[in-house]
């Protein structure tokens, strides 16, 4: 044990916690798209209900494709500080006003969340429409992980971990440590039900520019706090996933969430609400398929195949690639 928590305080010594590069952190990825599927309509649990732990499951495959497909990592997050000050009005909303702005890398250099957002909606309901459940579980799946992603301040921001401030670890400090530590205990998911969205290009960029206008609040209550915890209150050794890793102690945590005046709940349960209100919004655009038939149906073999490689590239890459934390 001795050996094992000297070795945590050698490799981590800015609390790169084993879990630092996952976009809202498995855990809370996994509850969101849990408690989205109690917004949708009758007509939509018959089918969702029955697949909720694929698609509490599979809500991270997003981040685990991020280990195999170099273009994976610009859909998770979106700059928006590369483009000028709030409400960054020299970007486009629209894709191709922005490619005619500028250049396709320079779009995905500084992300594309919420474009690719819009490209998974489609998606979901040509699915919808070809009334294929193999394809409606995974889109359904992996859009929530992507309208998740959009909710989170630092994914709009480039100083995405507080890398430019001194403050490495804050990314996963906001959305994994503060959800794990106490949504269970404290964060209420009781929300209401799934709304059609008119817009919903319009209705994703207002969370993403909610996101990047919350960035600097998320940076400085922690900076403020760190004055009032010496370093021996603000970290501490908890055992994880078998090994003692050095992470935000508890008591900084809860006076972090209480600084910040429950913006992680807030950002949550309007992740979940967005969710089932966009996979409401595909089965609408579909001409709302009777699902019973298709709740039915089971992945082929082929399918789950599929599944399992993707699961085996993850647990044997050695990195993600290209930026980690978003």
Known sequence: MKYKIIRAFLLLPLVLMSYSSYCWGFWAHQKINYYAVFLLPPEMMILY?????FLSEHAVDPDKRRYAVADEAPRHFIDLDNYGKYPYQSLPHNW???????????LRASGIVPWHVQIMLQRLTNAFKEQNFARIMKN????????????????????????????KGIHAFWETRVPELLAEKEF???????????DPGGFIWDRVLESGLAADSVLRFERD??????????????????????????????????KLDGMV?????????????FWYTAWVNAGQPDLTVIAKQQFSEKEIKEFEDLN??????????????N
Not at 96 to 106: G, M, P, R, S, V
Not at 312 to 325: D, L, P
């Open 225 to 258: 706090l760190t004055k009032e915890f010496k370093d021996d209150r603000k970290y501490s050794f908890e055992q994880r996933n078998g090994i003692i890793i050095k992470q935000y102690s508890s008591a900084f945590t809860t006076a972090y969430n209480k």
């Open 188 to 198: 209420d998911f009781f929300i209401g039900k799934a709304h059609y969205i008119k």
């Open 265 to 277: 709940e807030r950002r949550m349960r309007q992740s979940i609400y967005a969710i089932a209100s």
């Open 49 to 53: 209900k029955p697949n909720i732990a």
């Open 140 to 167: 359904s799946a992996e859009l929530g992980h992507y309208i998740a992603d959009a909710h989170v301040p630092l994914h709009a921001s480039s100083n995405h971990n507080g890398q430019l401030t001194n403050q």
């Open 96 to 106: 191709k006003d922005a490619l005619a702005k500028f250049t396709e890398d320079t």
């Open 312 to 325: 085996s590239t993850w647990n044997n890459a050695a990195k993600i690639i290209g930026r980690e934390e």
